[in-house]
T-cell receptor
């Protein structure tokens, strides 16, 4: 079974700080997706990274796929209270053929 | 386009009962997947239906079952409920399913007493 480990599990920071969330696996994935989930809602896709070494930017969010396609990171610059939520990474491909494998998630709280 | 809808949003049941949850996918999406989300286990894949056929299945006991109708709407059933079945059940749809981007509904919060 392919596993995705996210770290840290919990992150509590002040508005304006930077942060990085990591998603690691011992297995290779063909692509990796990042979702954000707010309380009372389902996860919403932020980005999909496909190519090893790929970097994608979404305003203050920067996503990177590792060269070996086994890991990914999400970096938020100058966090805002609206960034508060659960961040999930999900891998596709490999032995998880036909479905996504989700990490445990990182709960981010940004204080004003 | 309307998003994925799930009914009911909240449900309270007692041990031993059974429950049926409903999911209406985004119009045109033929794949519906179900996930169980708990604080301890995170998001776990239950099963995926495509064109009324179960195409993929996670590691859950046979008490968890589902079906998909010709209009792509899906239902999930849990029989003989256990306390550990308390969770948020999320439905997600996509055009072709598999490892495509999943569009999630708001979930059904099930509490088993």
């Amino acid at each position: 079974t392919q596993l995705l480990e996210q770290s840290p599990q919990f992150l509590s920071i002040q508005e304006g700080e930077n942060l990085t969330v990591y998603c690691n696996s011992s297995s290779v994935f063909s692509s990796l997706q990042w979702y954000r989930q707010e309380p009372g809602e389902g996860p919403v896709l932020l980005v999909t990274v496909v190519t090893g070494g790929e970097v994608k930017k979404l305003k203050r969010l920067t996503f990177q796929f590792g060269d070996a396609r086994k890991d990914s990171s999400l970096h938020i610059t100058a966090a805002q209270t609206g960034d508060t939520g659960l961040y999930l990474c999900a891998g596709a491909g490999g032995t998880s053929y036909g479905k996504l494998t989700f990490g445990q998630g990182t709960i981010l709280t940004v204080h004003p | 386009k309307a998003g994925v809808t799930q009914t009911p949003r909240y449900l309270i049941k007692t041990r031993g009962q059974q429950v049926t949850l409903s999911c209406s996918p985004i119009s045109g999406h033929r794949s519906v997947s179900w996930y169980q989300q708990t604080p301890g286990q995170g998001l776990q894949f239950l099963f995926e239906y495509f064109s009324e056929t179960q195409r993929n299945k996670g590691n859950f006991p046979g008490r968890f079952s589902g079906r998909q109708f010709s209009n792509s709407r899906s239902e999930m059933n849990v029989s003989t409920l256990e306390l550990g079945d308390s969770a948020l059940y999320l439905c997600a749809s996509s055009l072709w399913g598999g490892a495509e981007t999943q569009y999630f509904g708001p979930g059904t919060r099930l509490l088993v007493l």
